[in-house]
T-cell receptor
Framework: GDSVTQMEGPVTLSEEAFLTINCTYT??????LFWYVQYPGEGLQLLLK?????DKGSNKGFEATYRKETTSFHLEKGSVQVSDSAVYFC????????????FGKGTHLIIQP | EAQVTQNPRYLITVTGKKLTVTCSQNMNHEYMSWYRQDPGLGLRQIYYSMNVEVTDKGDVPEGYKVSRKEKRNFPLILESPSPNQTSLYFC???????????FGQGTRLTVV
């Protein structure tokens, strides 16, 4: 079945540091890939997505590129802020049915001033 | 404002006492689902619904029931809650099957 693997953390960085959160996946066919963000006390929000190989999703300074050859979708940001502290979830959707999203376990990111 | 609304946000109950967590969306979405979030396990799908009167099991359906009598509402029912159902629950909706799900703010349930 489909699965998503991501580093769990917590990941602690200083403000303005470079961020990478790794995400790899296993899926049948050609899934769509997503990053969701969960701020403290809130539900999940879609951060960015990519629907086919080599697509780059971007939003709020975050980027992720769909790499079919390495089955990866790593999240990056050049300069993080304290307000980026949250839990980040990588997810995929294979389509072809009603299975919904398959999520990774989430990465807790802590940015220190 | 487009949103998914869950109630209650927090609930403490006792083992065996039936409860319902409500979920309502105002976006006319066909697809709705329930997830539970547990430390170290991420989000796992409990049940989903493709449309009115169409529901199906997700990955962890045991101990839960759902209904979809109207398009906007998708309540989660725990007939006889047990402590292992203590968790953070999220309802989500999408305009079609799968991506770009809109999530509610979550319901933190504690079963003692």
């Amino acid at each position: 079945g489909d699965s998503v693997t991501q580093m769990e953390g917590p990941v602690t960085l200083s403000e303005e540091a470079f961020l990478t959160i790794n995400c790899t996946y296993t899926a049948t066919g050609y899934p769509s890939l997503f990053w969701y963000v969960q701020y403290p006390g809130e539900g999940l929000q879609l951060l960015l997505k990519a629907t086919k190989a080599d697509d780059k999703g971007s939003n709020k300074g975050f980027e992720a590129t769909y790499r079919k050859e390495t089955t990866s979708f790593h999240l990056e940001k050049g300069s993080v802020q304290v307000s980026d502290s949250a839990v980040y979830f990588c997810a995929l959707y294979s389509g072809g049915g009603a299975d919904g999203l398959t999520f990774g376990k989430g990465t807790h990111l802590i940015i220190q001033p | 404002e487009a949103q998914v609304t869950q109630n209650p946000r927090y609930l403490i109950t006792v083992t065996g006492k039936k409860l319902t967590v409500t979920c309502s969306q105002n976006m006319n979405h066909e697809y709705m689902s329930w997830y539970r979030q547990d430390p170290g396990l991420g989000l796992r799908q409990i049940y989903y619904s493709m449309n009115v009167e169409v529901t199906d099991k997700g990955d962890v359906p045991e101990g839960y029931k759902v209904s979809r009598k109207e398009k906007r509402n998708f309540p989660l029912i725990l007939e006889s809650p047990s402590p292992n159902q203590t968790s953070l629950y999220f309802c989500a909706s999408s305009p079609n099957t799968g991506p770009q799900a809109f999530f509610g703010q979550g319901t933190r349930l504690t079963v003692v």
